[in-house]
């Protein structure tokens, strides 16, 4: 069964120098989640933001953040995220970063927070799939992490129609990377419920984060839809 559609909006893509403005706009389109990318310039060849910024982002809004550690040893930070975040928040981690990822697991659910596991699109779903039951989200990264703007890698649906099928219904299948109005049935179609999208939000050509989400959200809808009608007509 697929879950409720939510769309999160990464802010890689927003104005940094408007940070406050971006957010308070994308709550105005009744985002579901705020995508927040944590780069240490070791795993992945780019550096961004700390706990400092996830702590005045929680100052601005009570919309749920997904803190993405796209960090070595994220062993080593959950503490120092965890302090800055709340309850509905969750934190996910790589499973390439780590060689106990049931540790990491163990922090941040001790820590009352939400639990996100996330794969790059040439990890292998084996990696993961003795964790689904101990998860709340599973985040495939359908470009290679760094950087916004990237094309969306089709060679990743069938990874997330694998995990659909093999996930607890409650657990999350999430996917970020390159998408857009174009291909966002794309994953939902293949099992998706979690979208997250950072230039097709902040970075369109009519400079409207209300008017994307509203227009993504369409899509998603529509192509869960289109999948209904599918399985009452075989």
Same mark, same amino acid.
């Given at each position: 069964m697929q879950s409720k559609i939510k769309i999160s909006a990464s802010i890689l893509a927003?104005?940094?120098?408007?940070?406050?403005?971006?957010?308070?706009?994308?709550?105005?389109?009744?985002?579901?989640?705020?995508?927040?990318?944590?780069?240490?310039?070791?795993?992945?060849?780019?550096? @961004?933001?700390?706990?400092?910024?996830?702590?005045?982002i929680k100052q601005i809004t009570k919309v749920p953040l997904d803190i993405h550690l796209m960090i070595e040893h994220p062993e080593r930070y959950v503490k120092d995220f965890a302090k800055v975040s709340g309850k509905d928040d969750f934190i996910t981690f790589h499973i390439? @970063? @780590?060689?106990?990822?049931?540790?990491?697991?163990?922090?941040?659910?001790?820590k009352g927070l939400k639990v996100g596991i996330s794969l790059n699109p040439d990890t292998p779903t084996q990696s993961?799939?003795?964790?689904?039951?101990?998860?709340d989200m599973?985040?495939?990264?359908?470009?290679?992490?760094?950087?916004?703007?990237?094309?969306?890698?089709?060679?990743v649906l069938p990874k997330i129609?694998?995990?659909r099928?093999?996930?607890?219904?409650?657990?999350?299948?999430?996917?970020?990377?390159?998408?857009n109005i174009e291909n966002i049935s794309q994953p939902v179609q293949y099992g998706a419920n979690v979208i997250a999208a950072a230039s097709a939000i902040f970075k369109t050509k009519d400079n409207d984060p209300v008017n994307a989400i509203k227009t993504l959200r369409q899509k998603a809808e529509q192509a869960i839809k289109k999948n209904r009608h599918k399985r009452l007509n075989v």
């Open positions: 927003a104005n940094p120098v408007r940070l406050e403005d971006e957010i308070k706009k994308i709550e105005a389109a009744n985002i579901d989640l705020i995508h927040i990318d944590v780069m240490d310039g070791h795993f992945v060849p780019n550096i @961004t933001m700390g706990p400092f910024i996830v702590k005045g390439e @970063t @780590t060689k106990n990822p049931e540790e990491v697991i163990s922090q941040i659910k001790a993961v799939e003795n964790l689904l039951d101990l998860v599973v985040l495939v990264m359908s470009v290679n992490p760094g950087f916004d703007g990237q094309k969306f890698m089709p060679e129609a694998r995990l099928s093999m996930a607890p219904d409650e657990v999350d299948i999430a996917v970020d990377g390159g998408i």
